[in-house]
Nanobody, 121 residues
Framework: QVQLVESGGGLVEAGGSTTLSCVAAGNVGSINGMGWYRQAPGKERELVAEVTTYGDTNYADFVKGRFRISRDNSKKTIILQMDSLKPDDTAVYYC???????????????WGEGTMVTVSS
């Protein structure tokens, strides 16, 4: 069984930093894109940052210059370094991966359970 396990987050003061981690655990065959989405109260889920197998990255405009996503393929892990946090960054952050379980031939979208980041003003 495959799952995405997130860690990090919590309560941070405005202007501060925090780090989110996500590891693809279980019998993973191969991983395509991975990334982070977020959902604030009363709002739709939105893309924060994503990274390809080859390290190409894409960021939402509202985090450019403040957040950095990195990936370690050997550890099946992505890291989101979040700096200069603002109260508007308060949301549940979800890890995402398009991956192929080892027992299957096709890739599917997987989501983590989400981790809360609260930025106090």
């Amino acid at each position: 069984q495959v799952q995405l396990v997130e860690s990090g987050g919590g309560l941070v003061e405005a202007g501060g930093s925090t780090t989110l981690s996500c590891v693809a655990a279980g019998n993973v065959g191969s991983i395509n894109g991975m990334g982070w989405y977020r959902q604030a109260p009363g709002k739709e889920r939105e893309l924060v940052a994503e990274v390809t197998t080859y390290g190409d990255t894409n960021y939402a405009d509202f985090v450019k210059g403040r957040f950095r996503i990195s990936r370690d393929n050997s550890k099946k892990t992505i890291i989101l370094q979040m700096d200069s946090l603002k109260p508007d960054d308060t949301a549940v952050y979800y890890c995402y991966a398009n991956l192929r379980p080892a027992v299957l031939t096709l890739a599917y979208d997987f989501w983590g359970e989400g981790t809360m980041v609260t930025v106090s003003s």
